[in-house]
């Protein structure tokens, strides 16, 4: 650390400790107080230099599921931020409450700069961890602000420029920061202003978002003290319930309409806020001219005017769960709870854009899982394009998702292609074995996603898509991105919500499942045991064609012993778990149950790559990146 950076310390320390002579911007006080509470609260040094503080994944996880709904309404907002500042470096950071970094978007040609800063995803933003910083000061404080350079407390934070805003419930409490922030900046701190304008903005689209997820089940009133801007953005929302007492509010309608902290806006009927009874609020609804909805406020100093949209009415069927399981998800399970588990979770999310990602041992269902989301979602009538990224040429996987131009490389077709991805615009895309696909593909995917176009080989004009993306794999990609197989921010954006399917060994309706696969035809009490002890590698697609043998070979309506499979049908073969690898096989962690795979088929190659639905040569492309070697070739 500099003279200077000495001088400056000592400085602000100094007049945040006995207070200065002359008054000073509201900001710059802000920045004071946070530098007294760091000395003086959580009794921090300011010439240290700390790392910063990144959390391992399983703590962040925690973190990012107490918020889930939260997380996946303000996405969008996050992604529009970001595609308006990208361009001038920064990076975009959601933290919770408590300074952890929850979401993130930014550019990873810079990562390792951005993980040491703490610009990056787990980073810990608290003030008494970090000192004086962009959102741990704005959540000591409750305000938008921008810590420039040397305004932080720690000296390994001076190079950055970080503005933040807070965002809050419906019920007036801080739930989240967003912030925008630099890793170096040459201009000085009131070049930050429009970032701070832009921060706030985005951070009130966000809260109003929430707001409206949270109350889409009371009262919604809109107030703006413009009428023509009542119906495109107003300032003020409020939320009734079925007797007009206020449920939830905006901040904005909070700073603007609670005139004495002693008299929250929670729990006010509206005759107290407006000269408006309850009963005369169906005279608001938007059928009427925006400049003829004007009401008082009680205080009788402000003249609104008011949109007020009422409740949904419920259905018949109103006594059910508001997250009833459609049909298509329901046939997914015959009585298992881990799954069912997942079903629920997964009903709430089948109309939401955000991406889904599918995990489970091969054979485990995910297309199906996949395909009964999209025909449970508004998109059913729209495509659903499944494309196996383990089973297309990597030289021509490129144009087979994105398409090409006529002619546009050796080999084109004359007519050109449209490509995967604009074939599933308005429906699903299911992307299935997603982790091996190429990390230069990762890159091109990880453009589609976040700008929603999609550019043609040979093209210098890019098509705009709308595409659910659903992407599955039997891989764990959180050990892949840790190793540098699979892109970090790739595997962020298409882990929207996470949906693990259990293997079919775990599953309590392994025996409703052989008979849900086995209509007019019954299984021996021995045939049915013998099925119920198979630890099912293959999962649902081993027991398939374990059903449709014996059906085959079953000349009676019950089925025996002798009509099942060989390897099922005898006592002592032997049935590893597909994660337990030997140690000569040369597999290792995820590429396990390919090693399996391929030992229970007696390393029949043709007839793997059957059963995942892949050509030989791909298949023999993940056993040469595994280091799997056949038994007759270890010697060469």
């Given at each position: 650390m500099?003279?200077?950076?000495?001088?400056?310390i000592?400085?602000?320390?100094n007049?945040a400790?006995?207070?200065?002579?002359a008054?000073v911007p509201r900001?710059?006080?802000?920045?004071r107080?946070?530098w007294?509470?760091?000395?003086?609260?959580?009794?921090l040094?300011?010439?240290?230099?700390?790392?910063?503080?990144?959390?391992?994944?399983a703590?962040l996880?925690e973190?990012?599921?107490?918020?889930?709904?939260f997380?996946?309404i303000?996405?969008h907002?996050?992604?529009?931020?970001?595609?308006k500042v990208?361009g001038?470096?920064?990076?975009?950071?959601l933290?919770?409450a408590q300074?952890?970094t929850?979401?993130?978007?930014g550019d990873?040609?810079?990562?390792?700069s951005?993980?040491k800063?703490?610009?990056?995803l787990?980073?810990?933003?608290?003030e008494q961890?970090?000192?004086?910083?962009?959102?741990?000061?704005?959540?000591?404080?409750g305000?938008?602000l921008?810590?420039h350079?040397d305004?932080h407390?720690d000296?390994?934070?001076?190079?950055?420029?970080?503005t933040?805003a807070?965002?809050?419930?419906?019920?007036?409490?801080?739930s989240?920061?967003?912030?925008?922030?630099?890793?170096s900046?040459?201009?000085p701190?009131?070049?930050?202003h429009?970032?701070?304008?832009?921060v706030?903005?985005?951070?009130?689209?966000?809260?109003?978002?929430?707001?409206l997820?949270?109350?889409?089940?009371?009262?919604i009133?809109?107030?703006?003290s413009?009428?023509?801007?009542?119906?495109?953005?107003?300032e003020?929302?409020?939320?009734l319930?079925?007797?007009?007492?206020?449920v939830?509010?905006?901040?904005?309608?909070?700073?603007?309409?609670?005139?004495?902290v002693?008299?929250?806006?929670l729990?006010?009927?509206i005759?107290?806020?407006?000269?408006?009874?309850?009963?005369?609020?169906?005279?608001f609804?938007q059928?009427?001219?925006?400049?003829q909805?004007?009401?008082l406020?009680?205080?009788?100093?402000?003249?609104?005017?008011?949109?007020?949209t009422p409740?949904?009415?419920?259905?018949?069927?109103?006594?059910?769960?508001?997250?009833?399981?459609?049909?298509?998800?329901?046939?997914?399970?015959?009585?298992?709870?881990?799954?069912?588990?997942q079903i629920?979770?997964?009903?709430?999310?089948?109309?939401?854009?955000?991406?889904?990602?599918i995990?489970?041992?091969?054979?485990?269902?995910?297309?199906?899982?996949?395909k009964a989301?999209h025909?449970?979602?508004e998109?059913?009538?729209?495509?659903?394009v499944?494309?196996?990224?383990?089973?297309i040429?990597?030289?021509?996987i490129?144009?087979?998702?994105?398409?090409?131009?006529p002619?546009s490389?050796?080999?084109?077709?004359?007519?050109?292609k449209?490509?995967l991805?604009p074939?599933?615009?308005?429906?699903?895309?299911?992307?299935?074995?997603?982790?091996?696909?190429?990390?230069?593909?990762?890159a091109?995917?990880l453009?589609?996603?976040?700008?929603?176009?999609?550019l043609?080989?040979g093209?210098?004009?890019?098509?705009?898509?709308?595409v659910?993306?659903i992407a599955?794999?039997?891989?764990?990609?959180?050990?892949?991105?840790?190793?540098?197989?699979f892109r970090?921010?790739?595997y962020?954006?298409?882990n929207?919500a996470?949906?693990?399917?259990?293997?079919?060994r775990?599953?309590?309706?392994?025996?409703?499942?052989?008979?849900?696969?086995?209509?007019?035809?019954?299984?021996s009490?021995?045939?049915?045991?013998?099925?119920?002890q198979?630890?099912w590698?293959?999962?649902l697609r081993?027991?398939r064609?374990?059903?449709?043998y014996?059906?085959?070979?079953g000349?009676?309506?019950?089925l025996?012993?002798d009509d099942?499979p060989?390897?099922?049908?005898s006592p002592?073969a032997p049935?590893?778990s597909?994660?337990?690898?030997?140690?000569?096989?040369g597999?290792?962690?995820p590429?396990?149950d390919?090693?399996?795979?391929?030992?229970?088929?007696h390393?029949n190659?043709?007839?793997?790559?059957?059963?995942?639905?892949v050509?030989r040569?791909?298949?023999?492309?993940?056993?040469?990146?595994a280091g799997?070697v056949?038994p007759?070739?270890?010697?060469?």
């Amino acid at each position: 650390m500099n003279t200077s950076q000495h001088e400056h310390i000592a400085n602000v320390v100094n007049v945040a400790t006995h207070g200065a002579a002359a008054a000073v911007p509201r900001h710059e006080q802000l920045i004071r107080d946070s530098w007294f509470r760091c000395v003086h609260e959580h009794q921090l040094d300011p010439t240290r230099m700390q790392e910063a503080i990144i959390l391992p994944h399983a703590r962040l996880r925690e973190h990012q599921d107490q918020m889930e709904a939260f997380l996946h309404i303000a996405r969008h907002g996050l992604e529009t931020l970001y595609a308006k500042v990208a361009g001038l470096g920064y990076v975009v950071l959601l933290t919770d409450a408590q300074g952890v970094t929850v979401d993130f978007l930014g550019d990873l040609v810079f990562e390792p700069s951005l993980r040491k800063a703490g610009l990056y995803l787990g980073a810990d933003w608290s003030e008494q961890h970090a000192g004086t910083c962009g959102v741990g000061t704005c959540i000591s404080t409750g305000q938008a602000l921008t810590v420039h350079l040397d305004d932080h407390f720690d000296a390994t934070h001076i190079p950055l420029t970080c503005t933040s805003a807070p965002v809050y419930d419906s019920r007036g409490q801080l739930s989240a920061v967003l912030d925008i922030s630099q890793l170096s900046s040459a201009q000085p701190k009131s070049s930050q202003h429009l970032a701070l304008q832009l921060v706030q903005m985005s951070a009130h689209d966000i809260e109003n978002a929430a707001f409206l997820y949270r109350h889409r089940r009371d009262w919604i009133l809109r107030l703006s003290s413009a009428p023509q801007f009542l119906d495109v953005q107003p300032e003020y929302l409020l939320a009734l319930d079925s007797s007009g007492r206020v449920v939830g509010h905006n901040r904005r309608a909070q700073l603007g309409l609670q005139t004495d902290v002693q008299q929250p806006l929670l729990g006010a009927r509206i005759e107290r806020l407006f000269d408006l009874p309850f009963a005369d609020l169906g005279r608001f609804v938007q059928t009427r001219p925006s400049d003829q909805r004007a009401v008082l406020h009680a205080s009788g100093r402000q003249l609104l005017f008011l949109s007020a949209t009422p409740p949904p009415k419920l259905p018949a069927s109103h006594g059910q769960r508001d997250t009833a399981v459609p049909p298509a998800l329901l046939a997914l399970s015959a009585g298992d709870p881990a799954l069912e588990r997942q079903i629920e979770r997964v009903a709430r999310l089948v109309n939401s854009p955000i991406s889904l990602l599918i995990t489970g041992e091969t054979g485990s269902g995910k297309e199906y899982f996949a395909k009964a989301v999209h025909a449970s979602s508004e998109r059913r009538q729209c495509p659903f394009v499944a494309v196996n990224c383990a089973a297309i040429p990597e030289s021509l996987i490129e144009s087979e998702l994105f398409g090409h131009l006529p002619g546009s490389f050796s080999g084109a077709s004359p007519k050109g292609k449209r490509g995967l991805i604009p074939e599933a615009d308005g429906g699903t895309l299911f992307l299935d074995e997603i982790g091996d696909m190429p990390l230069a593909l990762q890159a091109r995917l990880l453009r589609v996603l976040s700008e929603r176009e999609v550019l043609p080989v040979g093209a210098t004009r890019a098509l705009p898509v709308n595409v659910r993306v659903i992407a599955a794999t039997h891989a764990p990609l959180e050990a892949w991105v840790r190793a540098g197989r699979f892109r970090d921010d790739l595997y962020y954006r298409l882990n929207g919500a996470h949906i693990s399917l259990p293997p079919l060994r775990e599953r309590a309706d392994l025996s409703a499942m052989i008979d849900r696969m086995l209509p007019g035809r019954a299984l021996s009490p021995e045939a049915r045991q013998r099925l119920l002890q198979h630890d099912w590698p293959g999962n649902l697609r081993e027991l398939r064609n374990a059903l449709d043998y014996a059906c085959s070979m079953g000349r009676q309506d019950t089925l025996g012993l002798d009509d099942l499979p060989e390897l099922l049908g005898s006592p002592d073969a032997p049935v590893a778990s597909p994660y337990s690898v030997p140690e000569a096989a040369g597999a290792k962690g995820p590429d396990a149950d390919l090693w399996q795979a391929l030992r229970q088929s007696h390393w029949n190659v043709s007839a793997v790559a059957r059963s995942l639905n892949v050509s030989r040569m791909t298949l023999y492309r993940r056993m040469k990146r595994a280091g799997i070697v056949a038994p007759h070739r270890q010697a060469d």
